[in-house]
C-alpha cells in the first residue's frame, strides 16, 4: 500500500476523535488538489490563533473493541499502518511547504498499550532530535501504557491528552469493556502533576526541560450513553480541578456502528455538545460552579438558551445590575456581557458615564444585555421583573438569528 492511500485511510480514521473547538472543525481539501489525500484540522491556539495540524492515526488497526468506534476489531473496514518514517517524512514535507504547522497523532491500540505509546513517543522524539521539527505536537496517551514512558513523550509534545470517551465508569465497561477507568485517570493524574511540577519549575529555574506547554486535554463522547448534561458537567468540573486539564472537548455522538448497545439517534446531538461548551466556558472563566449552571431538579442544559441567560432568568432578582457602578464579578454574569466587554465597561468607566450607545461599541450583545441591565438608572427591556416574558423574547430572538449558539459570547 503506498504512502497516499495510507494517509487516506488513517485521516479518515482520525477525524472521529475531535480535540477542537466546534466552530472551527474545517476540513482542507486542497492537498487533494496537492496530490496528497488527506485532512488537515485547524486546532485554536491559547491565544485564540487557528492552527493547521497533519491529523492523522498511526494506525486504525485496534486490538480493542469499542461498540461506538469505526475502528474497532470486528468492523470490517480497511486498515493501515504507517511505517514511522514514512509518517516522520509526510510531516516534514507538508510543514516545509507551510501546509501544517504540526502533528496531531493518535492511533488505535496495535500489538498493546505499550507497543502503540512507543511508537507514538519514538516518532515525536525522532522527529525533534533528529530532524530538529518545530512544530507543534499533540500526542495521545494510550491508556494502559507504562506511566514512565507516557512521561518521556511529554517532553518532545506540545500537550497530550487521554480520552476519558464515556461519562462513567459504567457506560465505559458497557460500550468499551477494554477499557476502565484506572487506565485512564492514572495517566490523567500522572501527566497532571508532572505538568504542574513542570509550571513551578520553570518559574524558578532559567532551565528546565519543557513538558507538554501546552497541557493536557481530554475528550468525552456525548449522546452515546445515558448520563445527563448535570452529571457531565459536575465530572468536568472534577476533572478541571483534580487534574491539571487545560481543555475537555466534546464529541456528539455519531452512529456509526450497528450495535444493539448504542442508542437508536438519527443525528448526532450537536446543540447539546455546543451547550455544554459554553456551560464549560462558564466554569472556567466566569466563575460558575456546576451547581449554578445546573442542579438534581434540572439535569439537562437548555437548547433553546444558552446557560448563563438560563441562569440569570433563574436568578431574575439580581437584575438588572447598573453597567456605571456593578462589579465586574457581576458584569461577567449578565448575558451578553463577555469578558472583554466586562474590562471595557471597568476601563471605560473609570473616566466617563457610560450609555446604552456607549455599550453597542464596545461589543455587549444588547438583544440580550437589555433586560438584565441598567445605563445611569435607565431601563432598556421595556418589559420588567417578568422573568417569564423575557424567557419568551429571549428564545423567540434566538429562533430569529440563532445568536444564542455563539460559544464565545455569553
Ligand atoms: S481503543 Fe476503542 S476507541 Fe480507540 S481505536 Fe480502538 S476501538 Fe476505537
Redesign the pocket.
Known amino acids: 500500500m503506498d504512502i497516499k492511500e495510507k494517509l487516506d485511510i488513517l485521516s479518515s ?1 482520525a477525524k472521529f ?1 475531535v480535540d477542537t473547538e466546534p466552530s472551527i472543525i474545517d476540513t482542507v481539501t486542497n492537498l487533494e488538489n496537492d496530490n496528497m489525500p488527506g485532512s488537515i484540522y485547524y486546532s485554536k491556539t491559547s491565544n485564540g490563533e487557528c492552527m493547521p495540524l497533519l491529523k492523522v ?1 498511526f494506525s ?1 488497526s ?5 461498540a ?6 470486528s468492523n470490517n473496514i480497511p486498515r493501515a499502518t504507517f511505517k514511522m518514517d514514512e509518517l516522520i517524512n509526510l510531516t516534514l514535507n507538508l510543514y516545509k511547504r507551510k501546509l501544517i504547522r504540526g502533528l496531531f497523532l493518535s ?3 496495535f500489538g498493546s498499550p505499550n507497543t502503540t505509546m512507543n511508537t507514538l513517543y519514538l516518532t515525536a522524539k525522532k522527529l525533534r532530535e533528529e530532524h530538529n521539527f518545530p512544530g507543534y505536537i499533540h500526542l495521545k496517551i494510550i ?1 494502559g501504557a507504562d506511566l514512565e514512558l507516557i512521561k518521556q513523550a511529554g517532553f518532545y509534545a506540545d500537550r497530550m491528552s487521554v ?1 476519558l ?1 464515556l461519562p462513567s465508569e459504567k457506560s465505559l465497561s458497557y460500550l ?1 469493556p ?2 476502565n477507568k484506572s487506565a485512564i485517570l492514572s495517566p490523567m493524574n500522572y501527566v497532571g502533576k508532572h505538568y504542574q511540577e513542570w509550571m513551578d519549575q520553570k518559574n524558578k529555574y532559567k532551565y528546565s526541560p519543557t513538558f507538554i506547554p501546552s497541557g493536557q486535554s481530554t475528550q468525552l463522547v456525548i449522546g452515546a450513553s445515558p448520563e445527563s448534561d448535570f452529571h457531565i458537567i459536575k465530572l468536568v468540573e472534577k476533572l478541571y480541578l483534580n487534574f491539571h486539564l487545560t481543555r475537555v472537548y466534546y464529541s456528539a455522538f455519531q452512529r456509526v456502528n450497528q450495535d444493539y448497545r448504542l442508542p437508536n439517534i438519527k443525528n448526532p446531538p450537536v446543540t447539546r455538545k455546543l451547550r455544554l461548551y459554553q456551560a464549560d466556558w462558564l466554569m472556567r472563566y466566569y466563575g460558575f460552579s456546576s451547581n449554578e449552571i445546573l442542579n438534581e431538579e434540572e439535569q439537562f442544559l437548555d437548547d433553546t438558551l444558552d446557560p448563563k441567560t438560563k441562569w440569570a432568568l433563574r436568578n431574575y432578582q439580581m437584575f438588572p445590575v447598573e453597567i456605571n457602578s456593578a462589579p465586574y464579578e457581576l458584569l461577567i454574569k449578565v448575558p451578553g456581557i463577555g469578558l472583554k466587554s466586562a474590562k471595557k465597561i471597568i476601563s471605560y468607566r473609570k473616566k466617563y458615564f457610560l450609555n446604552f450607545e456607549n455599550l453597542k461599541n464596545i461589543g455587549v450583545a444588547l438583544k440580550r444585555a437589555r433586560f438584565f441591565i441598567t445605563c445611569n438608572g435607565k431601563y432598556y427591556g421595556k418589559i420588567y421583573n417578568n422573568p417569564d416574558i423575557v424567557r419568551s423574547l429571549l428564545t423567540n430572538n434566538k429562533q430569529k438569528n440563532n445568536s444564542q449558539l455563539s460559544l464565545f459570547e455569553i
Do not use: F, G, M, T
Open positions: 480514521s476523535d492515526l486504525n485496534c486490538i480493542y473493541d469499542c461506538y468506534c469505526i475502528n474497532r476489531r492511533s488505535a491500540v491508556p480520552n470517551e468499551a477494554d477499557k
